[in-house]
């Protein structure tokens, strides 16, 4: 079984214990900023409460999705979201963070379960938690899509009324070992150098 699979399961059986609820956020738009954003796509199936993303990140600078939520009736159950991450940025990413910013109005949004959420070759980090998701691993330029899924759970903003929220996402780039300077490795030869003429000599003593 595997991850995805485990946060699909988690989102049935949660919803399960709610589903008996008559009202519900329901994510209607989500649109995306932010100087790292190179590319973005989306699909909502509100029937099953899936979000379907696809982004693509130009620079390690965040990419910020504002999802905006209208009232419904219905059971109220988490979002699972599958989200493909594409690094475009020409740099290596040694971790990735999810932070959700608070809701223009009304109560907050949470990542549901977030111990179970996943991102395809990093290990969620301890100090995430309900409002962050915190990821180790690393992530070339060009390298495959990685894969994230997780929970989010909107609010009812009730009749009438709409709601804002964001997720901030952002990677974090590993140190990158310096480039010597072209005096370095002109020490580095002339060193190199010293040490043949020393094991010349002693070589030329031995024949003598």
Avoid at 101 to 107: T, V
Avoid at 110 to 121: A, E, K, M, R, Y
């Amino acid at each position: 079984m595997n991850n995805f699979s485990k946060i699909a399961i988690a989102a049935l059986t949660f919803g399960g214990s709610i589903s008996a609820a008559s009202a519900a956020g329901v994510i209607t738009n989500i649109t995306a900023s932010g100087d790292g954003l190179g590319s973005f796509n989306y699909t909502i199936d509100d029937t099953n409460r899936v979000l379907d993303l696809t982004k693509v990140f130009n620079s390690v600078d965040p990419i910020v999705l504002t999802f905006t939520v209208e009232h419904s009736t219905g059971p109220g159950n988490p979002y699972t979201v599958k989200e493909a991450v594409i690094n475009s940025s020409s740099q290596l990413w040694t971790d990735f963070h999810y932070t959700i910013g608070e809701p223009d109005r009304g109560n907050g949004v949470v990542f549901t379960q977030h111990n179970n959420s996943v991102l395809s070759g990093f290990s969620l980090d301890q100090s995430s938690g309900p409002r962050n998701l915190d990821f180790s691993g690393s992530l070339a330029s060009g390298d495959p899509a990685v894969t994230a899924g997780f929970m989010i759970s909107p609010f009812d903003p009730g009749q009438g009324n709409t709601m804002t929220f964001t997720i901030t996402q952002a990677p974090t780039i590993g140190q990158v070992p310096p480039v010597p300077e072209p005096e370095t490795y002109a020490m580095l030869l002339a060193g190199l150098g010293l040490m043949g003429v020393m094991v010349k000599g002693r070589n030329s003593k031995k024949s003598a």
